[in-house]
């Protein structure tokens, strides 16, 4: 997050900082009750994870086994496969279309052997989402002894109505987690803060399987803050807003090839895997550094986050001059 972190978080650390000769609230108690009071779901029906990684790890530990198969798309977040490896599970990758996941592509996938399916939505690298009418068509699909995992990590990015983390359907469903992290729009990715919601069963699985100390004492003081400091979300989304806009705008004016994202960053398709290793040197030249993503199968792309103002106004003019 280019805006920082959230002010009252520091002070909550601050304060915590004081007693750092006590073990941490290994049920993680108020840091749940700040999260079920911002959104009114079951305080007993969350999960809290050293980031949302850790929260997969669980559920891997839990579920996975040698033989099972687990699904995403293609371009998938690379946590899930390495999630299925840990396990010795196979992990398939369903085929996307002009960088969006494909319910249908999915549902290809699932066997007898399916134990999980991984979403994350929206996407990182692309920043593509489904919309939820997607979300439940697939789940419609999913065996129930399978669990589908909806991995939120940009859901307070997403503006579209049609976009839903997937709240309702953990809340209903007994096979459907939803993952949330405090890397991202709550700017306390050094902290590793995440979390989930899911049925009873689930979750009381999980708490068996993880650390009993998973989170330390600064992460909880400053996860409850920041969850409370909505304004700070609420700034952070309309910046994002502007500058997501802005950049995709200038990059696909002077002909780049930007993915629609609703995330924090934008995925640029170059002509070329050169073009797009050049494009990266320059932008290194002028001090601002991208991410590539050919570990990920797209060695033409380039994905870049949306940063401060001047970062921003940096990056479009660096983009420009390129062009020229
Ligand atoms: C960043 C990110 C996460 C969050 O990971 P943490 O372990 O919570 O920091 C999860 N999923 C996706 C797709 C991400 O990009």
């Given at each position: 997050n280019p805006l920082g972190?959230?002010?009252?978080?520091?002070?909550?650390?601050?304060?915590?900082?004081?007693?750092?000769?006590?073990?941490?609230?290994?049920?993680?108690?108020e840091l749940r009750e700040a999260i079920s009071a911002r959104f009114g779901i079951d305080a007993?029906?969350?999960?809290?994870?050293?980031?949302?990684?850790?929260i997969f790890q669980i559920l891997g530990r839990a579920y996975l086994k040698p033989g099972d198969e687990v699904i995403q798309s293609e371009y998938g977040f690379l946590a899930y496969s390495l999630v299925a490896q840990h396990q010795g599970a196979k992990c398939i990758s369903a085929p996307t279309k002009d960088y969006v996941a494909q319910v249908d592509a999915i549902i290809s996938c699932i066997s007898e052997k399916t134990k999980m399916i991984f979403l994350d939505n929206p996407s990182n690298p692309t920043g593509t989402y489904l919309s939820f009418e997607e979300i439940q068509r697939l789940h419609k699909a999913v065996p129930s002894n399978a669990i589908l995992v909806l991995d939120a990590a940009y859901a307070e990015y997403a503006n579209n109505n049609d976009y839903s983390a997937g709240l309702e359907?953990?809340?209903?469903?007994?096979?459907?987690?939803?993952?949330?992290?405090?890397?991202?729009?709550?700017?306390?990715?050094?902290?590793?803060?995440?979390?989930?919601?899911?049925?009873?069963?689930?979750?009381?699985?999980?708490?068996?399987?993880?650390?009993?100390?998973?989170?330390?004492?600064?992460?909880?003081?400053?996860?409850?803050?920041?969850?409370?400091?909505?304004?700070?979300?609420?700034?952070?989304?309309?910046?994002?807003?502007?500058?997501l806009d802005k950049i995709s705008e200038e990059f696909t004016a002077s002909?780049?090839?930007?993915?629609?994202?609703?995330?924090?960053?934008?995925?640029?398709?170059?002509?070329?895997?050169?073009?797009?290793?050049?494009?990266?040197?320059?932008?290194?030249?002028?001090?601002?550094?991208?991410?590539?993503?050919?570990?990920y199968n797209l060695p033409k792309c380039l994905r870049i986050s949306i940063g401060t103002e001047e970062a921003n106004l940096l990056l479009i003019k660096a983009m420009k001059e390129f062009q020229k």
């Open positions: 972190f959230s002010k009252s978080a520091l002070e909550a650390i601050n304060k915590a900082c004081l007693k750092l000769n006590a073990y941490p609230d290994g049920g993680h108690i007993n029906r969350i999960i809290c994870g050293n980031g949302s990684d850790e359907l953990a809340a209903q469903f007994d096979n459907v987690v939803m993952t949330r992290t405090f890397s991202k729009i709550h700017g306390l990715a050094a902290l590793r803060i995440g979390w989930g919601y899911g049925p009873q069963h689930i979750i009381d699985a999980l708490n068996r399987v993880r650390d009993p100390f998973n989170l330390n004492s600064l992460a909880i003081a400053a996860g409850i803050a920041a969850m409370q400091d909505t304004e700070f979300v609420a700034k952070s989304n309309s910046h994002n807003k502007l500058w002909g780049y090839k930007v993915i629609p994202s609703v995330a924090n960053f934008i995925l640029v398709e170059f002509v070329s895997e050169n073009q797009a290793n050049d494009f990266d040197e320059h932008l290194k030249a002028n001090a601002i550094i991208a991410r590539k993503v050919a570990s």
